[in-house]
C-alpha cells in the first residue's frame, strides 16, 4: 500500500515536471507560426494548416496502417539490435583484448552512412520489411556496442576486488557490480539509437517501399503537398516523443533512482 | 602450523622495478599484526598480496583460514543498492539471511530505517558501519583492515575500533591490519611489523606481550615514545617524507 501510493506521487511528480517541457513546445509552435507568416503556405504551412492535413490524413485508415508498418519495422530493427549489441557489447568489453580487437571494426562500420546501408539492403532483400529493419540494425547496432562495450571497461576494479573477498560467482557479479554499471552507459545510446531507427525507416521507406510513413512522404512530395508533409513529420515526432517520455524515461528513473538528485 | 603464512620474495606493479621485496611473517588464531610505515611504503600492496588479491611475481601465501574479510580504506558499497543488499551481498556466495543481516546491522548501530536507505544518504561514519556489518556477517576468522577508519573523526574512530574489537574477542578472529597510525598499532596488536625502504621489507618487528585490556593511554603513550626511539622507525618514515 505505502508502495503504491509512492508510486502513484511520483507518476504525478513526474506528469507535473512536465509543465518546463509543454512551455517550449508551444514557444516551438509560436515561432512555426511566425516563420510561416513570413515565408508562406507553400513553403512552410502554419500549424493549424499542418494539423488539419494530419486529420485528413488520419481520417483515411491508410494512414493508421502505414503508421503500423513503421512503427513495426522500427520497432523489430531496433529491439534486435538492443538484444543483441547490448549482449555481446557487454561480452566483448570483458576482455581487454576483444575491446582493441573489435575497435577498428566499429568504427568501420559506423562509419558507413546509412544511406549506403539502404542502397545495399534494397539490392539484397526483394522484402520491404527486410530492407528498412536491415538498415536500421546494422546502423545502430553499432552504437550501442560501442556503449556497452565502453561501460564494461570502465567499471570499477574496487568493487570487483571487494566481489572477489567475498567469493562472489561470475555470474553474480554480473548481476550485482557490472550490468547496474553498465546500464549507465547502455540507456543514452538506446535513447539515442531509438530516435535514429525512426529516421533511417522514414528513409529506406521513401526510398525504396511501398508502404509506411515514409511511402506516404514520396507520395506527398510528388505531389507537392508541404502540408501532408509537415503532417507527417508531426506523427513521428509524436511516436518519438511517446516511447522515449512513456516508455524510456520512467525506466530509466526507476533503474537509477539511487542517484542524488 | 600457522593458518596464514605471507613468503614474498618480490612483487613489482612493474616486474622490472619491485616495490616489495623478501618478506616472511606469519598470522595464527586470535593473533593480531599491524603494518607500519609511511604512507607509500607499500602497507597496502602487502595487505592485498596477504589476501590474495594480487599474486608475487616470486614466492607464496598460504592461506588455511575458512573465512576472510576486508575492510577497504574507501567503503566500497554499491551506491544502487540499499544498505540491507549491501550488507547481504557478503552472503550471496554462501546464503542469504536477512535476518541476520539486521541483526548485525544493530549491532553495528543502524536502525531499520537506515537499512532503507542508499549509500550516498548515509553519513560517512554510517557507511562504514554498513561496510562493517557487511565484513562480519560472514562470521569471518581472519580480517584484513586497510586503515577503514581513517576518515573519521577520532571520537568516531575510537566507537569503531570499539565495535571491531568487540567482534575480534567474541569469535577469537585473526587480524591482519594496515596502519601508519602508532598509537592504533600499540592499542589493538600482538605484533607490529615495521615496513620500510625502497623496495620495501621488514625493517623490525616488535611483540607486545601486555594483554589488551590492561593497555591503558599511559601505556600506550609511553610505548609510543620508546618506538619513535627506534632508528629502524625513525628512517622508515623518513625515507619518503624528505
Same mark, same amino acid.
Given at each position: 500500500m505505502q508502495n503504491l501510493k509512492q508510486i502513484l506521487a511520483n507518476i504525478l511528480h513526474y506528469l507535473w515536471s512536465g509543465w518546463g517541457g509543454v512551455a517550449s513546445l508551444f514557444l516551438l509552435l509560436a515561432s512555426w507560426e511566425y516563420g510561416h507568416l513570413k515565408m508562406g503556405s507553400l513553403i512552410l504551412p502554419s500549424p493549424k494548416e499542418s494539423l488539419l492535413a494530419l486529420h485528413i490524413a488520419l481520417v483515411n485508415e491508410q494512414a493508421f496502417i502505414d503508421i503500423l508498418i513503421t512503427c513495426k519495422r522500427a520497432f523489430f530493427g531496433f529491439g534486435a539490435a538492443a538484444i543483441l549489441a547490448s549482449a555481446s557489447g557487454i561480452l566483448a568489453g570483458i576482455s581487454m583484448t576483444t575491446s582493441m580487437a573489435l575497435r577498428p571494426?566499429?568504427?568501420?562500420? @559506423?562509419?558507413?552512412?546509412?544511406?549506403?546501408?539502404?542502397? &545495399?539492403?534494397?539490392?539484397?532483400?526483394?522484402?520491404?520489411?527486410?530492407?528498412?529493419?536491415?538498415?536500421?540494425?546494422?546502423?545502430?547496432?553499432?552504437?550501442?556496442?560501442?556503449?556497452?562495450?565502453?561501460?564494461?571497461?570502465?567499471?570499477?576494479?574496487?568493487?570487483?576486488?571487494?566481489?572477489?573477498?567475498?567469493? &562472489?560467482?561470475?555470474?553474480?557479479? &554480473?548481476?550485482?557490480?557490472?550490468?547496474?554499471?553498465?546500464?549507465?552507459?547502455?540507456?543514452?545510446? *538506446?535513447?539515442?539509437? @531509438?530516435?535514429?531507427? *525512426?529516421?533511417?525507416?522514414?528513409?529506406?521507406?521513401?526510398?525504396?517501399?511501398?508502404?509506411?510513413?515514409?511511402?506516404?512522404?514520396?507520395t506527398a512530395r510528388v505531389n507537392i503537398d508541404t502540408a501532408a508533409t509537415m503532417a507527417w513529420i508531426l506523427v513521428i515526432i509524436a511516436m518519438l516523443l511517446l516511447i522515449e517520455y512513456l516508455f524510456l524515461e520512467p525506466i530509466k528513473r526507476h533503474i537509477e533512482r539511487w542517484k542524488p538528485r | 602450523m600457522s593458518l596464514l603464512s605471507v613468503n614474498i620474495k618480490e612483487y613489482g606493479y612493474m616486474p622490472i622495478y619491485p616495490n616489495i621485496r623478501n618478506i616472511r611473517f606469519e598470522v595464527n588464531i586470535g593473533q593480531i599484526i599491524a603494518i607500519i610505515g609511511a604512507s607509500g611504503s607499500g602497507k597496502t600492496t602487502l595487505l592485498k598480496l596477504a589476501a590474495g588479491l594480487i599474486y608475487p611475481h616470486d614466492g607464496d601465501v598460504i592461506n588455511h583460514f575458512n573465512k576472510q574479510a576486508y575492510l577497504f580504506q574507501e567503503t566500497r558499497l554499491l551506491p544502487w543498492k540499499n544498505c540491507l543488499d549491501n550488507i547481504t551481498l557478503s552472503q550471496l556466495?554462501?546464503?542469504?539471511?536477512?535476518?541476520?543481516?539486521?541483526?548485525?546491522? &544493530?549491532? @553495528?548501530?543502524?536502525?531499520?530505517?537506515?537499512?532503507?536507505?542508499?549509500?550516498?544518504?548515509?553519513?560517512?561514519?554510517?557507511?562504514q558501519r554498513v561496510a562493517l556489518a557487511r565484513a562480519f556477517i560472514t562470521e569471518p576468522d581472519l580480517l584484513f583492515l586497510d586503515e577503514p577508519f581513517g576518515a573519521l573523526d577520532f571520537m568516531l574512530r575510537e566507537e569503531m575500533q570499539q565495535l571491531l574489537l568487540g567482534q575480534i574477542e567474541l569469535q577469537k578472529r585473526a587480524v591482519l591490519m594496515v596502519t601508519h597510525d602508532l598509537d592504533e598499532a600499540i592499542k589493538l596488536a600482538d605484533m607490529i611489523i615495521v615496513l620500510g625502504g625502497e623496495p620495501a621489507e621488514i625493517t623490525k618487528s616488535i611483540s607486545i606481550s601486555k594483554s589488551r585490556e590492561t593497555?591503558?593511554?599511559?601505556?600506550?603513550?609511553?610505548?609510543?615514545?620508546?618506538?619513535?626511539?627506534?632508528?629502524?622507525?625513525?628512517?622508515?618514515?623518513?625515507?619518503r617524507n624528505q
Open positions: 571494426i566499429i568504427t568501420f562500420t @559506423m562509419g558507413v552512412p546509412p544511406i549506403a546501408w539502404i542502397i &545495399l539492403a534494397l539490392m539484397w532483400f526483394a522484402n520491404d520489411d527486410m530492407t528498412a529493419g536491415f538498415t536500421v540494425f546494422v546502423v545502430i547496432f553499432p552504437i550501442i556496442f560501442a556503449s556497452a562495450m565502453q561501460g564494461m571497461r570502465m567499471r570499477r576494479a574496487t568493487l570487483n576486488e571487494m566481489a572477489n573477498i567475498y567469493q &562472489l560467482s561470475l555470474w553474480q557479479k &554480473l548481476i550485482h557490480l557490472d550490468l547496474p554499471q553498465v546500464i549507465s552507459y547502455l540507456f543514452p545510446a *538506446w535513447i539515442v539509437a @531509438m530516435g535514429m531507427s *525512426w529516421k533511417i525507416v522514414v528513409m529506406a521507406e521513401l526510398l525504396g517501399t511501398n508502404n509506411g510513413i515514409g511511402a506516404a512522404m514520396a | 556466495a554462501s546464503k542469504v539471511d536477512k535476518k541476520k543481516a539486521r541483526q548485525y546491522a &544493530l549491532l @553495528m548501530g543502524l536502525n531499520d530505517e537506515d537499512l532503507k536507505k542508499y549509500p550516498t544518504e548515509l553519513s560517512g561514519g554510517m557507511r593497555r591503558d593511554a599511559e601505556y600506550i603513550f609511553v610505548e609510543k615514545q620508546r618506538l619513535m626511539q627506534m632508528p629502524e622507525i625513525i628512517t622508515s618514515f623518513k625515507v
